[in-house]
């Protein structure tokens, strides 16, 4: 097995100073009277440290989007020091909307976004998804935590948000560091 990147094996006091970022979905939600679907997208961000997690939607995949739902997470959770996320190699198989993130996330607006607020940004290498197991491991109990809650409902934006909350809630449960 290959050594632990870096950024994984840096300590900080505070969560989330080093964090990782995934997308998952799309989740269908209803809009209005039940009349019109909207696809939303989950957002994870996980503590490379702690492995804690914190759940956001997005509602599209283009950059503002995904800007939006980061500055969100910094909000509540602080400003990181570093952020490392794939770089969509790992969406090959997913749906077509996932494939298309990739070209629909402008990477030098993010960085230019990020830099002024002092955060390292750190992309995988694309066809690369091995370099991302926090996230995805996260990603997997996130998504199945999301579909025990839902099952097959239909639901609202705000539904899922109570959702997202909720399973961010129960995968922060679990004992985040050695006992």
């Given at each position: 097995?290959?050594?632990?990147?870096?950024?994984?094996?840096?300590?900080?006091?505070?969560?989330?100073?080093?964090?990782?970022?995934?997308?998952?979905?799309?989740?269908?939600?209803?809009?209005?009277?039940?009349?019109?679907?909207?696809?939303?997208?989950?957002?994870?961000?996980?503590?490379?440290?702690?492995?804690?997690?914190?759940?956001?939607?997005?509602?599209?995949?283009?950059t503002?989007?995904?800007?939006?739902?980061?500055?969100?997470?910094?909000?509540?959770?602080?400003?990181?020091?570093?952020?490392?996320?794939?770089?969509?190699?790992?969406?090959?198989?997913?749906?077509?909307?996932?494939?298309?993130?990739?070209?629909?996330?402008?990477?030098?607006?993010?960085?230019?976004?990020?830099?002024?607020?002092?955060?390292?940004?750190?992309?995988?290498?694309?066809?690369?998804?091995?370099?991302?197991?926090?996230?995805?491991?996260?990603?997997?109990?996130a998504?199945?935590?999301?579909?025990?809650?839902?099952?097959?409902?239909?639901?609202?934006?705000?539904?899922?948000?109570?959702?997202?909350?909720?399973?961010?809630?129960?995968?922060?449960?679990?004992?985040?560091?050695?006992?």
């Open positions: 097995m290959a050594p632990l990147p870096e950024i994984r094996l840096k300590k900080s006091l505070r969560a989330f100073a080093y964090t990782g970022t995934d997308f998952a979905g799309p989740f269908i939600t209803v809009q209005g009277r039940g009349k019109r679907r909207e696809k939303r997208y989950l957002c994870l961000f996980t503590c490379l440290g702690t492995r804690a997690v914190h759940l956001e939607i997005a509602f599209g995949l283009d503002d989007s995904f800007l939006n739902a980061f500055y969100r997470m910094t909000n509540r959770r602080g400003l990181p020091c570093e952020m490392m996320s794939d770089n969509g190699g790992n969406f090959v198989g997913a749906d077509k909307e996932l494939r298309q993130l990739v070209k629909l996330l402008d990477q030098d607006r993010i960085r230019k976004a990020t830099a002024n607020r002092r955060i390292k940004w750190n992309f995988n290498p694309p066809l690369a998804p091995h370099f991302g197991g926090v996230h995805e491991t996260m990603i997997k109990a998504k199945r935590a999301i579909y025990a809650i839902l099952g097959k409902a239909d639901v609202t934006d705000e539904e899922l948000m109570t959702a997202f909350t909720g399973a961010e809630a129960l995968i922060n449960s679990r004992p985040l560091t050695y006992q």
